[in-house]
């Protein structure tokens, strides 16, 4: 399986309100993001995703977090959403988004959930909450999944520890508080989604 990016870091934007999202969201763009994630306990995501969509869907993956139902992922297809992230395993919700196309990023801790997921058509998985297991943990865990699925860690990766996570298996990372926190100005963004890009490219080196 290939991530669907050039860049496999996500940009997790929790808690954007529709009059922030498109600086942000472009932002982070600038810096050379290519996937972003407005997880659906933002404020007014029903107006901030379709936004986002329409201004920026020709030049990344744009899609919703924290989705949980199989009824979200309807309202997101129609709103041209192509990227699914939830922070638990749902096999219906990742069917759902796989039938209409989507990309999905699961969360998941163990074998047993990263297997369910797989089973049910997920094309990538996400180690949540990352910081909580270690690069140890997804190593081992690595070891059992196939060599083609990309794993992203998230929570708790910054751009001073990216690398242990890659180090460990990861193809990248969904990127939260280190990049973006609710009311931060858009300059604070710009600038941790390039000491973002800067460290993985020197990760990979």
């Given amino acids: 399986m290939q991530w669907q990016t ?10 954007i309100t529709p009059d922030e999202a498109l600086a942000h969201v472009g932002a982070v763009i600038d810096a050379g993001f290519d996937a972003v994630e407005i997880p659906l306990n933002s404020p ?11 201004a920026f869907g020709d030049k990344a993956l744009i899609g919703a977090g924290t989705v949980l139902q199989p009824e979200q992922v309807d309202r997101l297809a129609k709103m041209g959403c192509r990227l699914i992230v939830t922070p638990n395993i749902n096999p219906e919700v990742i ?9 999905v990023c699961p969360g998941c801790a163990t074998a047993t959930e990263a297997f369910t997921a797989l089973d049910a058509g997920a094309q990538s998985l996400k180690i949540f909450p990352s910081s ?10 690595k070891a059992v999944l196939p060599a083609s699925v990309p794993v992203f860690a998230v929570g708790g990766v910054t751009p ?14 969904g990127l939260g508080s280190d990049l973006y926190r609710a009311g931060q ?8 989604a390039a000491a973002f890009v800067k460290a993985y490219r020197e990760a990979v080196k």
Avoid at 44 to 54: G, L, M, N, R
Avoid at 96 to 101: D, F, I, K, L, P
Avoid at 132 to 141: E, S, T
């Fill in 6 to 15: 050039n860049l496999p870091l996500i940009a997790i934007l929790r808690g």
């Fill in 44 to 54: 007014e995501w029903e107006k901030s995703i379709p936004a986002v969509v329409d």
């Fill in 95 to 103: 069917r759902r988004a796989v039938g209409y196309g989507m990309t």
């Fill in 132 to 141: 909580a297991f270690g690069p140890d943990y997804i190593k081992a865990l």
């Fill in 160 to 173: 001073e520890n990216l690398a242990q996570w890659m180090k460990a298996g990861c193809v990248g990372a």
């Fill in 185 to 192: 100005p858009v300059e604070r963004t710009a600038r941790q």
